[in-house]
């Protein structure tokens, strides 16, 4: 019996997967993973996870901004989601007029170093702090959007650092806040880069969340590691990072996975898992396949997240949760154990 993986791996549009660091380990029976189990889309649908649905979310968010306490109003935090939701409407790159035409209908550019280092450049110049490039892997992509995504060759992994004093502020509406600018910013880029792209001659297909899973991409392009947390951990930004991807057939070079394994670390640590207000994170002291919900993507040896239990703390809290983040010795070792609080981060952004 030939497992939908196999299957996956023999067809024309797989060609040959990327590289992978050689402790994460993938079982044969892997499947790619299902975009209406994603507890976001769960949450919208008939049967929430435990009972908690996105009118849940927002109705905790309008409470605490009834308070009109600096510390739990959540208007602000949720304003800079506006960026993100006008690009995205847009659909990414029709921002400019239309009378504004390609530079050429064929590609300008053809040579594969000449056209990474260009990208790379654009990239951070747009504002990212991280860019990556793999090749395109269809095991991250949802079975929903697989044939859109299929057509490309090249996975380019953006991505913006969070402000760390604002995550050291805890659940606040300012770390919520930086949460949802970063994806605002991650859309003003996606945006440009994808616009650029297409000028120079190739197609791009911007994507965030919403397409494929953003952190083994991540791995793949060389931009860390995953941690006890589910999340990636960047060797210069910690798990302070947030993701997005462009696909595209531009021929570029691709990056190499970090040679190291932070699994012995991550082992022994578990702070993010005792300090997880919901338990959500596993405590198991080495990575596995166990998989507590149908949100999570079963195959790969890693310590597993319960989403379940991580949104019902978003809908108590009325907006996202960054324990995690905050506690992560990752995170200490590379801006240190400092921490603030909001009339000083304030202070900070009025005095730039």
């Not at 530079?103 to 990208?119: M, R, Y």
């Amino acid at each position: 019996m030939i497992s939908s993986f196999q299957k996956l791996k023999q067809r024309s549009l797989c060609r040959k997967f990327s590289e992978l660091p050689k402790h994460i380990k993938i079982l044969p029976s892997y499947t790619q993973p299902k975009k209406k189990n994603i507890i976001f889309h769960r949450a919208e649908s008939k049967n929430p996870p435990l009972g908690q649905t996105w009118s849940n979310l927002h109705e905790a968010c309008y409470q605490k901004t009834k308070k009109q306490t600096l510390e739990s109003n959540s208007f602000m935090g949720s304003l800079c989601w506006n960026g993100f939701e006008l690009m995205k409407q847009r659909t990414w790159r029709k921002l400019t007029p239309q009378k504004v035409k390609k530079w050429k209908e064929d590609p300008i550019l053809q040579d594969p170093q000449e056209l990474t280092k260009n990208i790379k450049f654009a990239s951070k110049f747009f504002g990212s702090d991280l860019v990556g490039i793999t090749e395109y892997d269809p095991r991250w992509t949802y079975v929903e959007d697989s044939e859109k995504i299929s057509q490309f060759q090249k996975t380019i992994v953006i991505g913006i650092a969070m402000d760390d004093e604002a995550i050291s502020l805890g659940n606040s509406f300012i770390a919520s806040g930086e949460v949802a600018l970063c994806y605002s910013k991650l859309a003003f880029v996606l945006t440009l880069m994808c616009k650029l792209i297409e000028d120079l001659g190739y197609k791009a297909e911007a994507s965030v969340n919403g397409d494929s899973l953003s952190i083994p991409s991540a791995i793949q392009a060389g931009l860390g590691h995953m941690g006890r947390s589910s999340l990636l951990i960047n060797p210069k930004y910690g798990p302070g990072i947030r993701l997005a991807k462009i696909f595209t057939n531009m021929p570029l070079i691709n990056d190499k996975p970090l040679d190291d394994d932070i699994t012995p670390i991550c082992a022994k640590c578990g702070q993010c898992a005792k300090k997880c207000p919901t338990q959500a994170i596993s405590h198991s002291k080495e990575p596995n396949y166990d998989n507590p919900t149908i949100s999570n993507n079963p195959g790969v040896l890693k310590w597993a997240v319960d989403p379940e239990k991580c949104f019902k703390q978003w809908c108590d809290l009325g907006h996202d949760c960054v324990i995690c983040i905050r506690v992560c010795p990752f995170r200490k070792k590379i801006y240190g154990n400092k921490s603030t609080s909001v009339q000083r981060f304030m202070e900070k952004i009025l005095n730039k």
